[in-house]
């Protein structure tokens, strides 16, 4: 009986002890994006991540979260003349120079960031 009394204090212990992990913001990276943010991929770098909406791909250095460049936009000057926009944007797993993103119109579109500062010409289609 003090046995499966023992067991069951260290059960209630164990199930505390993973009830209690909190997670906690460390970090805010915001006001770059007019649109609902759809993808977030960290870079292999480990300094660096992009954040993808409709219409642009930021990225970011994960040091300094008031600031970020503008790599893909995609918004036309004239609104009625938006005929696809950004699903979805994810770097390369290994190259930390390439990311992908892919668009309504089912084109993905593979990015060499060595290239230019603004990526408004793919590599490949």
Known sequence: CFERERE?????ERVTHETSLVARCRR??????DYHINSISNNSDG????????LRI?????????????????KPANMEDLTEVITSAEFHPTHCNMLAYSSS???IR???M???ALCDNHSKL
């Open 8 to 12: 069951r204090e260290r059960e209630r």
């Open 110 to 112: 593979l990015i060499d």
């Open 28 to 33: 805010v990276y915001a006001h770059a994006h």
């Open 58 to 74: 930021n990225l970011w250095n994960l040091e300094i979260s008031n600031q970020s460049f503008n790599i893909i936009d995609v």
């Open 105 to 107: 119109k089912g084109s």
């Open 114 to 116: 060595r290239q230019s």
């Open 47 to 54: 300094e660096t991540f992009i954040s993808a909406d409709d």
